[in-house]
């Protein structure tokens, strides 16, 4: 279904589909949707909010004052956050006062937590932000587990899978399955994940991008060496 919305302070493009029962609030910002985007019913969008070309937001979502890329499937809530293009999370699961990259892939029922239960500062990297609200930084080509738990103001590095509850910063190229429990993903899987995800969104695995990955899993060897990073097959033992 094709729907004009006439709402001040929503601006759609072309070839946007909104269902039944969408509700759009902008007055704290307006709303703005790319061409080929699909609103599933019952959905709640809340400005300032800017949502890319041909993306599908699910049914029963709310997003507020967030940026979403293009192509990505969104669903659950998504509070003051930033999300790459290509990337989905298309469940639900709480998200809130994050940073993530694109071609990611969050699992159904991952959560972030922005707050501490003391309501005290959070810190990022070792540094106090001065700040209460503060969700997680998450590196492009990350992918997360069903029902993944991520702490409040932790960075995941990218091309990362993520098992579980997540309490310390995750290195880039690695299986985190438990706080200390961290294996190397091998190159070759990275690349052989991020092939296959290129292709369910027809976009070409280029040898520029092999080569992206080889300089990124290269230059990253050192992080995984100070953070203990075990090598050998992935054990959930």
Same mark, same amino acid.
Request: proline share 3%; charged share 25%.
């Given at each position: 279904?094709?729907?004009?919305?006439?709402?001040?302070?929503?601006?759609?493009?072309?070839?946007?589909?909104?269902?039944?029962?969408?509700?759009?609030?902008?007055?704290?910002?307006?709303?703005?949707?790319?061409?080929?985007?699909?609103?599933?019913?019952?959905?709640?969008?809340?400005?300032?909010?800017?949502?890319?070309?041909?993306?599908?937001?699910?049914?029963?979502?709310?997003?507020?004052?967030?940026?979403?890329?293009? !192509?990505?499937?969104? *669903? %659950?809530?998504? #509070? =003051?956050?930033?999300?790459?293009? @290509?990337? &989905?999370?298309?469940?639900? /699961?709480?998200?809130?006062?994050?940073?993530?990259?694109?071609? !990611?892939?969050?699992? *159904? %029922?991952?959560? #972030? =937590?922005?707050?501490?239960?003391? @309501?005290? &500062?959070?810190?990022?990297? /070792?540094?106090?932000?001065?700040?209460?609200?503060?969700?997680? !930084?998450?590196?492009?080509?990350?992918?997360?587990?069903?029902?993944?738990?991520?702490?409040?103001?932790?960075?995941?590095?990218?091309?990362?899978?993520?098992?579980?509850?997540?309490?310390?910063? !995750?290195?880039?190229?690695?299986?985190?399955?438990?706080?200390?429990?961290?294996?190397?993903?091998?190159?070759?899987?990275?690349?052989?994940?991020?092939?296959?995800?290129?292709?369910?969104?027809?976009?070409?695995?280029?040898?520029?991008?092999?080569?992206?990955?080889?300089?990124?899993?290269?230059?990253?060897?050192?992080?995984?060496?100070?953070?203990?990073?075990?090598?050998?097959?992935?054990?959930?033992?």
């Amino acid at each position: 279904m094709k729907k004009i919305i006439k709402q001040k302070n929503v601006f759609v493009g072309k070839n946007v589909t909104v269902e039944p029962n969408v509700f759009f609030d902008t007055s704290n910002g307006k709303i703005e949707i790319g061409d080929g985007t699909k609103i599933k019913a019952n959905v709640a969008l809340r400005g300032p909010l800017s949502i890319g070309k041909n993306c599908v937001i699910n049914t029963f979502s709310e997003i507020s004052d967030s940026i979403i890329g293009d !192509v990505c499937k969104i *669903g %659950g809530e998504v #509070v =003051s956050s930033t999300i790459g293009s @290509y990337t &989905n999370k298309a469940h639900h /699961g709480f998200l809130g006062h994050s940073q993530v990259g694109s071609w !990611v892939n969050i699992g *159904g %029922g991952t959560s #972030v =937590s922005n707050m501490k239960n003391t @309501y005290g &500062n959070i810190k990022v990297l /070792g540094v106090d932000t001065g700040k209460t609200f503060v969700g997680c !930084v998450i590196g492009d080509y990350v992918k997360t587990a069903v029902n993944t738990s991520i702490f409040c103001g932790k960075v995941i590095g990218t091309a990362s899978h993520i098992y579980g509850t997540v309490t310390e910063d !995750v290195p880039p190229f690695v299986n985190h399955v438990a706080t200390g429990k961290l294996f190397e993903l091998p190159l070759e899987v990275a690349i052989k994940v991020q092939k296959a995800m290129s292709a369910r969104r027809n976009v070409p695995f280029t040898e520029d991008d092999k080569k992206n990955f080889e300089k990124m899993f290269k230059e990253t060897a050192l992080d995984r060496k100070k953070s203990k990073v075990k090598k050998g097959k992935l054990s959930f033992k």
